[in-house]
């Protein structure tokens, strides 16, 4: 995506956050595990696979201008690192609402490449609130009233355990993609490859 279609896609702000998508065989994998989830819970509101993500950091609503900076920082960054061995593990669930796979492998690496992706954006003059990294991938929403969905899901969902895969690219997303009435949708502003070695 280039500048000229952020423009077009958006009015003068866009949602940004960067992130790690896991590879489609992990996805997948995860996916066959909750099928079954998906006609036992159909009041959730469930994220589309295409769009489940490991965010690094969440920079909010920016003026579309303060994203060209991002680029070429970001490019450098994945160019100098090597992929992140990682697999989903597990469930779990925040405040009884929010619905999570968890994350392992290399999380000392992972909390490293935050860090750097959070250093890039402050280093950029970008205003962020600095939040602990808690890597998970979010699978699905309770609505308002249900306490129980997600807690009974995330403690089906405990002993799930994906194959490892490397990370692949490094993401840098525009979230207000399609905003209006429906689920939000979440679209690559761009990505770059891990080519460390």
Do not use: C
Not at 132 to 144: E, F, Q
Not at 149 to 178: I, K, M, Q
């Amino acid at each position: 995506m280039n500048d000229q279609s952020i423009s077009a896609a958006t009015s003068a702000t866009i949602r940004v956050f960067i992130a790690l998508a896991p590879p489609d065989h992990a996805k997948d994998e995860l996916a066959r595990q909750l099928r079954p989830a998906l006609d036992t819970y159909p009041d959730l509101r469930w994220n589309r696979i295409e769009d489940w993500h490991i965010t690094l950091a969440f920079l909010g609503e920016l003026p579309v201008t303060a994203v060209p900076p991002l680029r070429a920082a970001l490019a450098g960054l994945a160019a100098g690192r090597r992929p992140l061995e990682l697999a989903l593990r597990g469930a779990g669930h925040f405040d009884e609402r929010v619905l999570w796979s968890g994350v392992e492998g290399d999380l000392e690496g992972l909390h490293l490449l935050t860090s750097d992706v959070r250093a890039v954006v402050k280093d950029r003059g970008i205003p962020y609130v600095d939040r602990p990294l808690r890597p998970h991938l979010t699978l699905a929403r309770a609505r308002r009233g249900d306490a129980t969905s997600v807690t009974r899901l995330a403690a089906d969902l405990a002993g799930f355990s994906g194959r490892g895969w490397p990370t692949e690219r490094l993401h840098l997303v525009g979230s207000n993609f399609g905003r209006g009435p429906g689920p939000i949708r979440y679209q690559d502003i761009e990505s770059w490859p891990f080519e460390g070695r």
